[in-house]
């Protein structure tokens, strides 16, 4: 490797010490088949459900309920805190597909365990398969978790209703919550968040940092006396978990109460939302299940801030907007990469000229 500074060759040795990403980058890394899968999740061994009073995709997906419609006890305990895939589990279905006879033993074998194929990261040395790819915090929490809540509490998740309970708030209330929600970022220190949209009208375009913004510092204003009991106040218990989790470091008695605030949690989502019936296991989703990983997710690999999605998908988000030939993109993308490399360079070689040589084309 070359120093463009010191001008001189040296060797570079680099550690991956995690990787980590959305569901589908995390699915590919592990080379897992995810929501398809008997066992859709890559850090546990538990058994998805399949709705199979549906049609169509949600008839085909399998979901994790912690308590299967019909069943007495959850499980929390048992098949998921206890039933975790560990470094040398992957390494064991690794070798059984390598040493099937056939091809139709080795489909058996990733429909049995969720396995496709050896992963790439499996041949680092230190790089343990079962602890070092998280869940991704950005994607699970502050993009999927969000859309869902605000989906269902809207009345337009996957065209259910609201079963059992009343969690359903009218139409002419959200616009009020949307012009509130907008009319809100007049009071708000850029420094704070960037400006938020309309939650009832322009809700597909909010970012996972409006979204968590939203969740966390508007939404216990805007709905209160709006969302009834209880989904209120456990709304509020999903903003205390979120406050925790984007904390720059945590203890071990907050880690400790974090534990026992996500598993409460869990089980009152499952509650009020899925109501334990087959035909709403739709709310019963994957990247929930991530929730269930969290605690130890962060003893593995540090809090969601350390690792989480933001800074990588900013950088690909400059990139992907750098690209605008049809014809070439790839030899494009190629040369944007390199170029801004070298204004990084000449950045650390000129710190002056940092703010003149930025050319970061911004949305
Ligand atoms: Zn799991």
């Known amino acids: 490797m070359y120093h463009m500074i010191k001008r001189k060759f040296f060797p570079l040795h680099f550690f991956v010490p995690h990787g980590f990403g959305d569901l589908i980058a995390v699915i590919k890394m592990k080379s897992t088949r995810g929501v398809g899968a008997k066992k859709p999740c890559h850090q546990c061994h538990i058994e998805g459900i399949r709705d199979e009073t549906g049609t169509g995709p949600k008839a085909r997906t399998y979901y994790i309920p912690l308590t299967v419609p019909g069943a007495k006890e959850n499980r929390y305990e048992k098949e998921i805190l206890q039933n975790l895939r560990t470094h040398e589990d992957y390494l064991k279905v690794y070798y059984r597909l390598d040493t099937a006879r056939s091809e139709a033993d080795r489909e058996k074998i990733r429909k049995e365990t969720g396995i496709n194929r050896a992963s790439i990261w499996s041949l680092l040395p230190y790089f343990d398969m079962g602890r070092a790819i998280p869940g991704g915090y950005m994607h699970a929490v502050c993009i999927n978790l969000m859309r869902a809540l605000v989906s269902l509490w809207r009345g337009e998740f996957k065209g259910l209703d609201a ?172 040369n944007t990469l390199i170029q801004r490399e070298q204004l990084k360079v000449l950045q650390m070689m000129y710190p002056d000229m940092t703010d003149s040589l930025n050319y970061t084309k911004s949305r």
């Open 163 to 334: 079963g059992g309970g009343n969690y359903i708030i009218p139409a002419e209330i959200w616009a009020e919550i949307g012009e509130e929600t907008h009319n809100s970022n007049r009071w708000m220190p850029a420094a704070f968040v960037r400006s938020i949209p309309n939650i009832n009208t322009d809700f597909g375009n909010f970012t996972a940092e409006a979204s968590a913004f939203w969740m966390m510092y508007i939404a216990p204003h805007v709905l209160r006396g709006r969302l009834p009991e209880p989904y209120y106040s456990h709304m509020l218990d999903l903003i205390r978990i979120m406050k925790t989790c984007t904390k720059f470091g945590m203890t071990r008695k907050e880690h400790t109460q974090l534990s026992e605030d996500v598993y409460e949690w869990r089980l009152e989502y499952e509650k009020y939302y899925s109501q334990y019936k087959p035909e709403r296991l739709c709310t019963m989703t994957l990247a929930l299940h991530e929730l269930d990983h969290l605690p130890d997710d962060i003893l593995n690999c540090g809090p969601p801030t350390a690792l989480w999605e933001f800074v990588t998908e900013r950088s690909m988000g400059e990139v992907v907007r750098s690209v605008t030939s049809w014809s070439y993109p790839f030899s494009q993308l190629a």
